[in-house]
């Protein structure tokens, strides 16, 4: 997650101008030592760019990156916020969380915090009336999206760094500050993140350790939640997020069955997904109603074809 001293940088040279480490050092008040471990960081993401000058001095200025070119949208749309004042990492952790209305609670609970973590991360924005708030709900105002927008790019960008210096096939299907699901396109990378600590075979991959076994075409998925384990109601979001077909459908019914899958608990964790309606929708023929179809986000299997495809997977 990009540092306060490294947003100061990216405000500094916003504007697309070059600059020293010693003019950084001397308008962010930063040390220079300080500075020129900060733009190594910035320049290994990708963030900056560098030249060298005269006695072979270091300029650099602002790489055209997504987190940059949020950052710029964010400053030029309100330049009177110093952003740099405002924003911590964990404000932007906690920003993610803020496209609609929730409870302070459950963003603690994702985030793995305490209340009062989230209560400190978003106290600054409280103070710039930049935040609504709705029966003990929390949400950004509307007028504020690009704030949304920046959190999100630099979140993205951090799960991206650290997939591709395993796997650089890699690519972000669906990641919150703390989680991040991906896509691979060689086997060679498929073999670096299952010898990887902390990473996890998931989608239809998965599926096989619930005895359920299918043809997978291409790369199998791959799920970062360090310390977390892997739920087989996870796997289900996961392999609807990633391909909500009726065979996947399918598929997703037949390991809720097998895993006898709490509906509650899949419509808990579907939240974070936004699969509430296609989780619901599962639900119906599971409980025996394959005849409502109508409206529905996704398209269910006939009663006859679920039931021979239970038969050939022996799914009681």
Avoid at 74 to 84: A, G, M, P
Avoid at 102 to 112: F, N, S
Avoid at 123 to 147: F, G, I, M, N, T
């Amino acid at each position: 997650m990009i540092s306060k001293a490294g947003l100061a940088v990216l405000d500094a040279l916003s504007t697309g101008r070059e600059a020293t480490p010693a003019e950084l050092a001397a308008e962010t008040g930063y040390s220079r030592d300080h500075l020129y471990d900060v733009l190594n960081e910035l320049l290994a993401a990708g963030l900056l760019t560098e030249t060298r000058g005269s006695s072979n001095q270091r300029r650099v200025r602002i790489a055209e990156h997504p987190v940059t070119e949020a950052y710029r949208t964010l400053q030029s749309e309100f330049s009177h916020v110093d952003w740099t004042e405002l924003l911590s990492p964990a404000t932007l952790r906690v920003c993610w969380y803020l496209d609609r209305p929730r409870h302070i609670a459950d963003i603690a609970d994702r985030l793995g915090i305490t209340r009062q973590g989230v209560h400190s991360a978003l106290s600054p924005l409280k103070h710039r009336a930049l935040l609504s708030r709705s029966d003990s709900k929390y949400a950004l105002h509307d007028e504020v999206s690009p704030l949304l927008a920046f959190a999100r790019a630099t979140v993205e960008h951090e799960h991206r760094a650290r997939v591709r210096e395993i796997a650089p096939s890699a690519t972000i299907a669906w990641c919150d500050p703390k989680r991040a699901l991906v896509r691979l396109q060689t086997d060679e990378d498929t073999d670096a993140l299952q010898a990887a600590p902390d990473w996890e075979m998931t989608g239809l991959g998965r599926f096989t350790a619930y005895g359920l076994q299918f043809f997978l075409a291409g790369e199998p998925p791959f799920w970062y939640a360090p310390d977390e384990d892997l739920t087989p109601a996870e796997v289900v979001c996961h392999t609807l997020l990633l391909d909500s077909g009726s065979r996947r459908v399918s598929y997703s019914m037949l390991l809720i069955e097998a895993e006898d899958i709490d509906q509650e608990t899949l419509v808990e964790t579907a939240q974070w997904y936004d699969l509430e309606p296609t989780v619901k929708a599962l639900y119906r023929p599971l409980q025996g109603d394959f005849d409502r179809t109508d409206d529905l986000p996704v398209i269910l299997p006939k009663k006859n074809e679920y039931m021979a495809l239970k038969d050939q997977y022996g799914v009681a």
